[in-house]
C-alpha cells in the first residue's frame, strides 16, 4: 500500500507543471478585469443616459414651441384682406385675335 501511495505521488509529482510567471501578467489580468468593470457600468447606465438624451431634446423642443411668435387666430385672418393689383400697361396678348 504505501508503494502504491508513493508511486502515484510520484506521478503526480512529475505531472505537475512549473509555471513561470511573467511581470506583466498580473497589470494584464488587472487591466482586463477593470475593462470588464467598466464595460458593466455602461452597460448599466446606457438606457438611462439615453432617456436623459431624448428628454433633454424633448425639453428643448418645448422651450422652443413656448418662445415662438404666436401663430394668428382664424379670426384675425378672416379679418385681414388682401387686394390684388392689376399691372396698368398693356402686356402683349399671346392669342392672336386675327382669326
Request: glycine content about 4%; charged content about 25%.
Amino acid at each position: 500500500m504505501n508503494e502504491e501511495r508513493d508511486f502515484l505521488s510520484d506521478l503526480l509529482r512529475d505531472a505537475s507543471v512549473e509555471v513561470e510567471e511573467s511581470s506583466e501578467f498580473n497589470d494584464r489580468v488587472i487591466r482586463r478585469w477593470k475593462l470588464e468593470q467598466h464595460r458593466k457600468k455602461m452597460m448599466y447606465w446606457a438606457p438611462t443616459m439615453a432617456g436623459a438624451i431624448v428628454a433633454g431634446v424633448g425639453f428643448l423642443a418645448m422651450l422652443q414651441i413656448m418662445t415662438a411668435q404666436p401663430i394668428q387666430s382664424p379670426a384675425e385672418l378672416e379679418s385681414q384682406t388682401a387686394e390684388l393689383e392689376l399691372p396698368t400697361q398693356n402686356l402683349p396678348s399671346l392669342v392672336d385675335d386675327a382669326s
